[in-house]
């Protein structure tokens, strides 16, 4: 009875020890060498994990990087110095890139836009957006519900008394979570040296503006005519800024007769 019990319990010991033996070898011989770049240029970047590179957290970036599927300045929340630290380990010369911050493009709080009606839903701006495109008249205002501020993981945007989300520019890392997560597309990235904007992004009419908002961008390209270096455009009833050729001369900010055009201090870079 012993021996019945002891042969298969034996063959079965045996040949686990010769499979063991034979993965062991195995994985040594096809071992595939772990770059030790990644540990380096991950030891660098800023852990942050936010995936505004595009890749599973820093990790992933960092394996991306060593095998040249991400440029050495994609990490956007490191900024240029992380980016020149990664271009070192990785012996490559990085360009210096502006700064870039997010702006609201819009001034509708609540003392500003017309409101269809009270909203007393789920208090989120995307859930919000569902219900007639929002509780708004105009159809690119901030709804003021924080979803950009609740998905912000740098503290950087915050909705304000009446209802109008706001970036603190200084701790704002251009990680683009705000810009993806805002129903209204009234969120952008721009350059951080750039003074004067654009606070509007509704491409209606400017009848249907006027009706809807005190200070929104009506279509009259006044500034357009206005700017001596030709930096701003118009295309479908909205004004727009070519930050390529705008000096901050401030003179369409003086022309814009509804003030849909404001200038801030700049930030450091």
């Known amino acids: 009875m012993l021996e019945q019990l002891l042969l298969p319990v034996l063959s079965l010991g045996g040949m686990s020890l010769i499979f063991g033996v034979g993965l062991?070898?195995?994985?040594?011989?096809f071992a595939i060498e772990k770059d030790a770049r990644i540990d380096e240029v991950r030891e660098v970047l800023p852990s942050a994990n936010c995936g505004a590179c595009g890749y599973p957290g820093c990790?992933?970036?960092?394996s991306a990087i060593v095998s040249g599927k991400a440029p050495v300045n994609a990490c956007t929340v490191g900024g240029s110095e992380v980016a020149a630290r990664v271009g070192a380990i990785m012996g490559m010369g990085t360009e210096v890139e502006e700064r870039m911050?997010?702006?609201?493009?819009?001034?509708?709080?609540?003392?500003?836009?017309?409101?269809?009606?009270?909203?007393?839903g789920i208090n989120d701006c995307v859930a919000a957006s569902m219900l007639a495109d929002g509780h708004k008249a105009c159809s690119a205002s901030c709804l003021g519900l924080g979803t950009c501020e609740r998905v912000c993981p740098f503290d950087a945007i915050h909705v304000n008394?009446?209802?109008?989300?706001?970036?603190?520019?200084?701790?704002?890392?251009?990680?683009?979570?705000?810009?993806?997560?805002?129903?209204?597309?009234?969120?952008?990235?721009?350059?951080?040296?750039?003074?004067?904007?654009?606070?509007?992004?509704?491409h209606d009419k400017g009848r249907v503006v006027r009706n809807n908002c005190k200070i929104g961008c009506i279509g009259c390209q006044i500034c357009v005519k206005a700017c001596p270096f030709d930096a701003i455009g118009f295309e479908n009833n909205l004004a727009e800024i070519d930050y390529d050729k705008c000096t901050n001369?401030?003179?369409?900010?003086?022309?814009?007769?509804?003030?849909?055009?404001?200038?801030?201090?700049?930030?450091?870079?």
Do not use: H, W
């Not at 990790?59 to 960092?62: N, S, T, Y």
């Not at 001034?107 to 009606?117: N, P």
């Open 24 to 29: 062991s070898v195995a994985s040594k011989k």
């Open 59 to 62: 990790d992933g970036l960092a």
């Open 101 to 120: 911050v997010a702006r609201v493009l819009c001034q509708g709080d609540c003392d500003q836009v017309v409101e269809k009606f009270k909203y007393q």
């Open 161 to 202: 008394d009446k209802g109008l989300a706001v970036v603190d520019r200084d701790k704002c890392t251009a990680c683009n979570m705000c810009v993806t997560a805002c129903p209204k597309n009234i969120i952008k990235l721009i350059p951080a040296s750039s003074q004067v904007q654009i606070a509007c992004n509704s």
């Open 249 to 269: 001369c401030g003179i369409c900010v003086e022309k814009c007769p509804t003030k849909s055009i404001t200038m801030m201090q700049t930030i450091s870079k």
